[in-house]
């Protein structure tokens, strides 16, 4: 779909179903979701009331309070969050003797429906050791080539089924509008159609026009919606909440169609399985409770066939009870809930409501027709298919041949800045550079955040294949040298490079700092100017 054609179905609203409908029939390659309904009514049909809520819950690894709690619930999905590794270490085979384990559970259960595994493989695989690490979305961004973030995706892709994980929490598909947003890097720009293009652009490398494939994973667009759009609130000495971070979007619905439903349009079209639903409120209600935009625009207006999972405890946001909040949001249209340690509480919740009338069964149907069907495109539901990981792919992990993939991603991401003089293209008898700057020569900043960990740190990244650096991502060739600060001597530099804070300013001053799409190394004058 053209990127004019995406802005103008967003723009046009409740009034253009029918024309959303026929451009999503144009962009979309790869089978329909609902055409496994007639595979997925056998089985639900033979399903227990506590058979489809397990589906409909998801647990974190680590928060499992037994391993047999995926058979004993019926556990439709396992993550692992940012800082969720296997107890035995954070190697590929450490992940592959996990996730094949917690597989195999699932399939001990009476009808065998297999577990979605799910990580935030956001940059690369990255929570992995070995793993190839890409450079974040605001960098792929500035790249503006769909063709190379289709194949990052794929390459991340790989990694993931050489480890079993089969679900990734990918791509972020935010339009940042206030650079303090701690989360801005997650974004590929502040343009809609730029957002919308490389959107798709991954949901296609993630999960290939078939997604049945054993190489292919579910891919999950995020956050619906508005993430990128709250407005800044000043917060008491001492309060932990963030100014913007899981805030409030104040706009009407027409100014959030503009701008953040456009990537939804593209990921929709391009075949996105499952989406994940954003904490922020807009216009002071949460996202994970409104049933407008859940139901009567995603789903309805825009035809998305696949299944909604809210992000971490946010179901709970909703209301100060509990057992409110799950009937508000499993109403509205949440699918699955994501309850890392809290599941078996989810579970029980929801049977109630059930049982009171207050969540009706047709509802439940509804949530796990989409779960299954989703399942059943992906193959998990043949019996005759091995569902683990792919030890073929182990070969491949970390390899040259994804590593130049982010070197070309690396080179491309960067942006020149400022060109006095004419700076680049560097002279041939350039004999040093000076780059300056606190992430200068730390890769850990440079990664940024989910890198093994769930926030980042500062310092040595283990055993990550990220040609981050510019010297990694082969692109300087005269001699270096780095400090800390530009106010370091550099008067023998013939060029001084300084790079960017590695996170967007965070001051609680209500004055907004300048937008910008793409925020990376920035090349400066030659020294002395």
């Keep these: 779909m053209r990127r004019r054609d995406i802005l103008t179905a967003a723009a046009l609203g409740s009034t253009a179903p029918l024309m959303l409908r026929l451009a999503l029939a144009h962009a979309a390659t790869s089978r329909r979701l609902s055409s496994f309904d007639e595979r997925v009514e056998g089985l639900l049909a033979q399903m ?20 047999d709690d995926v058979e004993r619930y019926f556990l439709g999905s396992v993550l692992s969050g940012g800082d969720a590794d296997p107890p035995t270490g954070n190697g590929m085979r450490d992940w592959q003797r996990t996730i094949d384990a917690l597989i195999g559970r699932s399939q001990r259960t009476r009808l065998k429906i297999p577990i979605l595994y799910g990580v935030d493989a956001v940059h690369g695989h990255s929570n992995v050791e070995g793993a190839t690490l890409f450079p974040h979305n605001v960098g792929l961004g500035c790249t503006r080539d769909a063709a190379l973030v289709e194949a990052a995706a794929r390459v991340t892709a790989l990694e993931m089924r050489a480890t079993g994980a089969q679900w990734t ?16 890097y997650e974004g590929f720009a502040e343009d809609p159609a730029v957002v919308a293009e490389l959107g798709a652009a991954a949901v296609r490398g993630f999960q290939t026009q078939d997604l049945g494939s054993p190489r292919s994973v579910l891919a999950c667009a995020k956050h619906f919606v508005g993430d990128g759009g709250t407005t ?13 971070d899981q805030g409030d979007t104040r706009v009407d619905e027409a100014t959030l169609r503009r701008v953040h439903l456009p990537g939804y349009i593209a990921a ?7 989406i994940m639903v954003s904490y922020n409120s807009w216009n002071g209600v949460k996202v994970s409770g409104i049933r407008r935009l859940l139901t009567e625009i995603l789903k309805g207006e825009l035809g998305f066939e696949g299944f909604l999972i809210s992000d971490y405890y946010a179901i709970g946001q909703i ?7 799950v009937m508000t949001s499993v109403n509205a249209g949440m699918d699955m809930a994501m309850e890392p340690a809290g599941y078996a509480r ?7 409501l059930v049982e009171e009338g207050r969540v009706r069964l047709a509802r439940i149907d509804d949530a796990v027709t989409r779960i299954l069907r989703v399942k059943a495109a992906m193959g998990l539901l043949d019996t005759r298919r091995s569902q683990v990981s792919d030890p073929a792919l182990a070969r491949e992990f970390g390899s040259a041949k994804h590593r130049e993939v982010a070197r070309r991603a690396v080179r491309e991401s960067i942006v020149l800045l400022k060109n006095d003089d004419r700076v680049l293209p560097l002279a041939k008898t350039a004999a040093r550079i000076h780059v300056a700057g606190k992430a200068a020569d730390d890769i ?3 990664c940024g955040g989910w890198t093994v960990t769930w926030q980042g740190k ?9 040609p981050t650096a510019p010297t990694e991502a082969g692109l300087l060739a005269p001699t270096l040298r780095w400090s800390s600060s530009a106010k370091r001597p550099t008067q023998r530099a013939s060029v001084i490079a300084r790079t960017s804070r590695s996170r967007p300013a965070t001051s609680r001053s209500s004055k907004r700092s300048p937008r910008s799409t793409c925020r990376s190394s920035s090349w400066s004058t030659p020294a002395g100017r």
């Design 48 to 67: 227990t009331l506590d058979e489809k809520l397990g589906q409909m819950t998801q647990a974190e690894l680590g928060k499992l309070e037994h391993e």
């Design 169 to 184: 929490f990918a791509p972020c598909i935010a339009v940042p509008r206030d650079e303090r947003w701690g989360r801005t």
């Design 232 to 244: 800044y609130q000043e917060r008491p000495q001492g309060s932990r909440a963030a100014p913007l």
């Design 268 to 274: 929709v079209g391009a075949g996105v399985g499952s």
């Design 319 to 325: 209301d100060g009870d509990y057992k409110t909040a």
């Design 346 to 352: 989810f579970i029980a919740t929801l049977r109630s």
């Design 444 to 446: 850990g900043m440079q």
């Design 458 to 466: 500062p310092g040595a990244v283990p055993r990550l294949a990220c």
